[in-house]
């Protein structure tokens, strides 16, 4: 399977706890992203990384959360002191800046539920 | 108000029958005009995406832009009960700026047999 992969695909926790999720993009895409879904919405974006610059964060990205993508491939994303809010699907896009379309189409992971207890 | 505005629906059809789904946007920057389908707990699946205004069509769908209104539309024709899925507009600048993408609440579709 060549496409984006998210994992763990569903995590439970407690409140205060630290949690680290991890994306797999689509293999030579170069922008990886990260968005929050929860029920009955939309996806919001959180932040996105060029190779392995992150180039943009949103006012959704608190202080506890933390993004890396350290080699340009995977990307981590890290959630401090958990709270009962941070309960969502974290959904990781990829997409490739050399697209024939002028727009990179993002093709998107399962996500990883989380649920904080 | 939010930037993008979409119906969450429910929309209960027929099988057979023609699907119409809308979206509003306020922000006239946006370029590029996607529409992605969601089964429940899986992530989302680009269906279509279109630039700027005109009419798009694939297979049984059909994606519409009016950028003068500020609106947006899917069709589905001949809805199939394997159809039945949260449908989601999403919008972005284009990939010479952020390509981030901004999305509507989605529409929730059932297509009954």
């Known amino acids: 399977d060549t496409g984006v992969s998210q994992d763990p695909r569903h995590k439970i926790t407690k409140r205060g706890q630290n949690v680290t999720f991890r994306c797999d993009p689509i293999?030579?895409?170069?922008?990886l992203y990260w968005y929050r879904q929860t029920l009955g919405q939309g996806p919001e974006f959180l932040t996105y990384f060029q190779n392995e610059a992150q180039l943009e964060k949103s006012r959704l990205l608190s202080d506890r959360f933390s993004a890396e993508r350290p080699k340009g491939s995977f990307s981590t994303l890290e959630i401090q002191r958990t709270e009962q809010g941070d309960s969502a699907m974290y959904l990781c896009?990829?997409?490739?800046?050399?697209?024939?379309?002028?727009?990179?189409?993002?093709?998107f992971g399962p996500g990883t539920r989380l649920t904080v207890l | 108000q939010k930037e993008v505005e979409q119906d969450p629906g429910p929309l209960s059809v027929p099988e057979g029958a023609i699907v119409s789904l809308n979206c509003t946007y306020s922000n006239s920057a946006f370029q590029y005009f996607m529409w992605y389908r969601q089964y429940s707990r899986k992530g989302p699946e680009l269906l279509m995406y279109t630039y700027s205004s005109g009419n798009k069509e694939d297979g049984r769908f059909t994606a519409q832009v009016d950028k003068s209104s500020k609106y947006i539309s899917l069709f589905i024709r001949d809805s199939q009960p394997s159809d039945s899925a949260t449908y989601l507009c999403?919008?972005?600048?284009?990939?010479?700026?952020?390509?981030?993408?901004?999305f509507g609440q989605g529409t929730t579709l059932q297509v009954k047999p």
């Open positions: 293999s030579e895409h170069n922008r």
């Open positions: 999403a919008m972005s600048y284009g990939s010479g700026n952020t390509g981030k993408l901004i």
């Open positions: 896009a990829s997409s490739s800046t050399k697209s024939l379309t002028g727009t990179d189409t993002q093709y």
